[in-house]
């Protein structure tokens, strides 16, 4: 890439340079006084103004004023520019005098590209004594080109709409540390009838002295040089520069106050001055709608503020609000962790609840200071998990069903042909709900210095609290609520502690970039039932672990798992396309709530499997079943009538319902078709322990001690192979950044795959009553189930995770 650069810049001067006969340009480095250093080397150049790339670089919008000294005395003002650009966008006005004469310029920016690569055009025009200027209107098209943290090259190309005249400007800059501690840069600008030996040049250095100040020195082929400083305060700075002419005299001075654009600042607000504040209200999901989505919270997005906040050495404490949370348990074990390691760097911690449970309460205890509403309550109960019975409602209907279970544990379609659990389904269910329990108990316990028989006495003897009993309790610290955060603050900490918004805590990590693309890692989601074009989307999902294959930007795969199953094909066709995947960068599956039977298909060629404690894994099994008409068609009024050839052609047949679309088979199987079933079955089991085997490095036999369907946490899912480590998903982007081969200091970009839901949710009708019966884990199955009706699935029922 380096040396297409370069010959790109050859061949850019070679256009550039030719005969004219029209009056030349105003030099490059004249009419672009008030920069430092070259555009593409230092500091977004003048956010456009020179070269239009620099603004699509820019991370936030910026406004710089800059003007010049009438000579060398400070309170004098001659020359000025308002220079302003966002990202893709810029706008710039500059005014210069000389004696009565006065020139003033316009430009307008655009730019798009990225950290390595970036295109921009612009169009300048003019007004005043344009002609004793030297100034015409021009057509400019940039790149800046950063192949590496150490290079930054730069190309300008100024086009004049009035005459022949061109003009090319070279700039490059070297990062000799790969930092912005130390920059070289040099440029030259060639206009068309001139010679590469007439080319007016500059170069210089810019010098890191503190965090947000740079010393800036740059010499001209002139013999003039310039002698700079920046300081910056975050969101805002200073700086200036002395401009000396060819005779080494002081000629005059540029100043600069710049507004926006966050940057490292020189004064820091003092270590642990400041308090990030986190309102989990609403529902934790994976994604969003771009817009009026604002009751949802992001699960990625909450760990990754979390994990911001920890590692700035400003933030000493962070606050959060778990009023009005919805969330699963395992998201809110990430969670938990994500802030363990907050305070293990030292971050105290204040978490507010209002009515809490028990999900609310395991994630509230990890605080320092655990607050309740002096209204609230809360509800210690345990867990339960269970399931509910369709049997009857089946009988009832006159719709018969014929249960194919050949496996202990799969017990997927008992809902279907029990009124209770079965024994497999009772012993795994409990062992999970054990599991479960004794990793809350274990932790509480931990956090808030509880025995595990005082826990046990709370649950099951005390269960509901006041805000006052809870406090006698030691269950809380104090009572109060969100709205007077600041208060508890300060009688928690002894000091007024300032805010800091997440947008702002991004917007600093964002000040700190390096030249060039970071490495990138894809967060790919699966989630929902295993299905071709629902669900996981199969299909799509393909399709990105083809492209994430052949993507050499992209140096690991993290691949976020929560699904119950469903559609073995669908399951395999993700499974074989993530280990293609795999073959070509690392794969690091991370295993969210539930990742069992198909979602486990879709883990088991991960290079790690990552899981909570609390996921549900494994389930590896396949189950299958048969609604038939027995009666319904009679109570409904509706009859059917058919011709065939194939004497199994009527198998599935029946009457179709109206609106509903769904067929419901007039006669149940019979024992030939299924024995057939049966053997086709077992087969797709065999086949599925032998993928699992394959994947995971293990027997077959020693698949099958723990298959047959069977349910584990993620804690015996360690114990037994099927999961490599015990965590989460900054667990696994942590593994993939080391198998990645990157320094684990080195900043990364995680690519999410999607990114969101959308842009809003166009659900028609009643937006409520439809998304909760979408919603609603019951409806769904059925609605799954009588699409499939007979086909071999491995799959879990809703009941048997939590949600």
């Given amino acids: 890439m380096k040396r297409n650069s370069i010959n790109a810049a050859l061949l850019f001067f070679a256009v550039i340079a030719g005969n004219t006969f029209a009056q030349p340009l105003t030099s490059y480095h004249a009419r672009h006084a008030f920069l430092l250093a070259p555009s593409a080397a230092f500091d977004d150049g003048l956010l456009g103004f020179t070269n239009p790339a620099n603004v699509a670089m820019l991370r936030q919008s910026e406004t710089r004023f800059l003007w010049s000294t009438d000579g060398t005395k400070a309170t004098s003002f001659n020359d000025w520019g308002l220079f302003w650009g ?79 005249n061109r003009e090319g400007i070279a700039e490059i800059g070297i990062r000799p540390l790969g930092t912005p501690r130390l920059t070289l840069f040099a440029d030259a600008a060639i206009q068309n009838g001139m010679s590469l030996s007439e080319a007016p040049w500059s170069a210089g250095a810019a010098l890191q002295v503190l965090e947000g100040m740079h010393l800036v020195g740059r010499t001209f082929d002139s013999e003039a040089f310039t002698l700079g400083m920046t300081i910056n305060f975050g969101k805002s700075g200073i700086g200036g520069q002395a401009h000396f002419d060819a005779g080494r005299d002081h000629a005059y001075n540029t100043y600069m106050i710049r507004a926006g654009g966050v940057k490292p600042s020189v004064v820091s607000s003092g270590k642990g001055k400041r308090y990030l504040a986190i309102n989990l209200k609403g529902r934790m999901d994976y994604h969003k ?29 962070l606050a959060l609000n778990l009023s009005g949370m919805q969330i699963a348990p395992e998201h809110a074990w990430e969670i938990r962790e994500a802030l363990k390691q907050a305070q293990a760097a030292g971050k105290k911690l204040i978490i507010f609840i209002d009515n809490a449970e028990m999900t609310d309460y395991h994630l509230a205890s990890v605080a320092d200071k655990v607050v309740l509403d002096p209204e609230g309550m809360l509800t210690l109960q345990g867990f339960v998990l269970g399931r509910t019975y369709l049997k009857g409602t089946l009988e009832k209907m006159g719709l018969g069903f014929d249960e194919w279970r050949f496996f202990k544990y799969k017990s997927a379609m008992e809902s279907l042909s029990r009124d209770s659990l079965s024994e497999g389904d009772r012993e795994q269910l409990q062992d999970f709900v054990d599991d479960w329990y004794e990793l809350v108990q274990r932790e509480v316990c931990a956090s808030r210095g509880l025995t595990p028989e005082r826990f046990d006495q709370l649950i099951d003897n005390e269960t509901l609290f006041t805000a006052e009993s809870a406090l006698r309790a030691h269950l809380v610290d104090t009572l109060a609520r969100w709205s007077a955060l600041s208060e508890v603050i300060k009688s928690f900490t002894g000091n007024a502690l300032r805010s800091i918004s997440a947008n702002d805590l991004r917007e600093q990590a964002e000040a700190l970039q390096a030249w060039g693309e970071p490495p990138k890692i894809a967060l790919v989601y699966g989630l929902g039932v295993c299905a071709m074009d629902e669900g996981i989307r199969a299909r799509w999902l393909e399709k990105v672990f083809r492209d994430l294959a052949k993507n050499p930007a992209i140096k690991a795969v ?29 794969v690091i599956v991370s295993q969210g709530q539930v990742a069992g039977s198909g979602g486990y298909w879709i883990s088991m060629y991960g290079d790690t499997i990552v899981a909570g404690p609390n996921t549900i894994t494994g389930s590896i099994g396949v189950i299958g079943g048969w609604i038939y008409d027995k009666g319904f068609s009679e109570k409904i009024g509706m009859t059917e009538d058919h011709v065939k050839r194939g004497a199994h052609a009527d198998a599935g047949y029946g009457i179709t319902l109206p609106l509903l679309g769904v067929r419901v088979p007039a006669r149940n199987l019979t024992a030939e078709e299924r024995d057939r079933i049966e053997t086709l079955m077992k087969d797709f089991y065999e086949t599925f322990v032998a993928k699992v085997a394959q994947g995971r490095g293990m027997s077959v036999a020693q698949v099958k001690d723990i298959a047959e369907g069977r349910i584990f946490s993620g804690i015996d899912g360690k114990a037994n192979g099927l999961v490599d480590e015990v965590g989460g998903m900054l667990t696994a982007l942590a593994i993939a950044q080391q198998r990645a081969g990157i320094d684990p200091g080195h900043e990364i970009e995680v690519v999410e795959i999607p990114a969101s839901k959308g842009l809003f949710n166009f659900s028609p009708g009643l937006p409520g009553v439809k998304t909760q019966m979408a919603n609603d884990p019951i409806l769904q199955f059925i609605k799954f189930m009588s699409e499939r009706n007979g086909q071999p699935m491995p799959l879990l029922v809703p009941g048997m995770y939590p949600e």
Wanted: with cysteine; aromatic share 10%; net charge positive.
């Fill in 558 to 586: 993290v691949f976020r798992v929560d699904s119950p199953g469903g559609d073995g094909m669908a399951s395999d066709v993700v499974a074989a396309a993530l280990k293609k995947c795999s073959e070509k960068k690392p």
């Fill in 86 to 164: 966002m990202r893709g966008l810029g706008f710039s006005t500059q005014r210069q005098h000389r004696g009565d004469l006065a020139v003033t310029e316009y430009n307008l920016a655009g730019g798009f590209g990225s950290r390595a690569f970036a295109l921009g055009m612009a169009y300048n025009w003019s007004t005043g004594d344009r002609a004793a200027f030297g100034r015409e209107k021009l057509f400019t098209v940039g790149s800046i080109i950063r192949p590496s943290r150490f290079l930054s090259l730069g190309l300008i190309g100024n086009f004049s709409t009035e005459s022949s």
């Fill in 289 to 317: 709608y771009v817009w009026f989505d604002k009751d949802t919270n992001r699960l990625y997005e909450v760990l990754n503020n979390i994990r911001a906040a920890t590692a700035d050495p400003q933030i000493g404490l």
